[in-house]
């Protein structure tokens, strides 16, 4: 990976962990595709990993808001997901599992703009959790169902039980992966690598919180997604 290469993806981290603050999600989003761009072998581990650190920071500074029964059945679903998302990692190329990344954040970011806002009963947290599960172990994005299923729920509430719900959700991602022997020390250094981005984005975020209006925020978020997508698309055909 070549120094501005490297340097754009310090960026892309900085700005996804400071989303996943800000927001609740952002950090796979928006990193994956572009991680998945310059060197696929890097997805789903390494924003695991970093989405791990994020989440725990948000934890403890908005613990205090969480939803503890809803994020339990959350991850209720997302561990049978988080088994099924390891086998696609097994099984799939690196070319093909750059493609799912793309489909994933594609289809995110239109379920998005549709609006649709499902009631969070137990049944629909269950199913979100389950969908998360597969997409966010396969391709490092699980935001989407939980944001989708949550969306109701107030700033603070829904940060802190996404953070509850993706830093536990990533630990069994990293331990079914790892199972499979997805881990290497190849992307535990590149995560290494990146974490100041990832702390750069979660100290920005305290103070810029309070300046960004959430739903433009969200709308920038997606088109930058939709962009980098397309472009990995791309890259993969030609």
């Given at each position: 990976?070549?120094p501005?290469?490297?340097?754009?993806?310090?960026?892309?981290?900085?700005?996804?962990?400071l989303?996943?603050?800000?927001?609740?999600?952002g950090?796979?989003?928006?990193?994956?595709?572009?991680?998945?761009?310059?060197?696929?072998?890097?997805?789903?581990?390494v924003?695991?990993?970093?989405?791990?650190?994020?989440?725990?920071?948000?934890?403890?500074?908005?613990?205090?808001?969480?939803?503890?029964?809803?994020?339990?059945?959350?991850?209720?679903?997302?561990?049978?997901?988080?088994?099924?998302?390891?086998?696609?990692?097994?099984?799939?190329?690196?070319?093909?599992?750059?493609?799912?990344?793309?489909?994933?954040?594609?289809a995110?970011?239109?379920?998005?703009?549709?609006?649709f806002?499902?009631?969070?009963?137990?049944?629909?947290?269950?199913?979100a959790?389950l969908?998360?599960?597969?997409m966010?172990?396969?391709?490092?994005?699980?935001?989407?169902?939980m944001?989708?299923?949550?969306?109701r729920?107030?700033?603070?509430?829904?940060?802190?039980?996404?953070?509850?719900?993706?830093?536990?959700?990533?630990?069994?991602?990293?331990?079914?992966?790892?199972?499979?022997?997805?881990?290497?020390?190849?992307?535990?250094?590149?995560?290494?690598?990146?974490?100041?981005?990832?702390?750069?984005?979660?100290?920005?975020?305290?103070?810029?919180?309070?300046?960004?209006?959430?739903?433009?925020t969200?709308?920038?978020?997606?088109?930058?997604?939709?962009?980098?997508?397309?472009?990995?698309?791309?890259?993969?055909?030609?």
């Amino acid at each position: 990976m070549s120094p501005p290469e490297f340097t754009l993806l310090f960026v892309t981290v900085a700005v996804g962990a400071l989303l996943q603050v800000s927001i609740g999600f952002g950090l796979g989003l928006l990193a994956a595709p572009v991680i998945a761009i310059f060197d696929p072998s890097l997805t789903p581990v390494v924003v695991l990993l970093l989405a791990t650190g994020v989440t725990a920071a948000v934890l403890v500074l908005e613990g205090g808001h969480l939803d503890l029964r809803g994020a339990g059945w959350a991850l209720a679903g997302r561990l049978p997901g988080a088994v099924g998302g390891a086998a696609l990692v097994a099984v799939l190329p690196a070319r093909h599992l750059a493609l799912l990344v793309a489909a994933v954040v594609l289809a995110g970011v239109a379920v998005s703009l549709r609006g649709f806002v499902p009631a969070p009963r137990r049944r629909s947290v269950l199913l979100a959790g389950l969908v998360s599960g597969l997409m966010g172990t396969a391709t490092s994005i699980g935001g989407p169902p939980m944001a989708m299923v949550w969306q109701r729920l107030s700033g603070p509430r829904l940060r802190a039980t996404m953070s509850a719900f993706f830093l536990a959700g990533s630990v069994m991602s990293l331990a079914t992966l790892a199972a499979t022997g997805a881990v290497h020390t190849y992307s535990l250094w590149h995560t290494v690598l990146l974490a100041p981005a990832a702390v750069l984005g979660v100290l920005l975020a305290r103070p810029l919180s309070s300046r960004l209006d959430i739903r433009r925020t969200r709308a920038v978020a997606m088109v930058l997604a939709v962009a980098s997508a397309t472009v990995l698309v791309i890259q993969q055909f030609v």
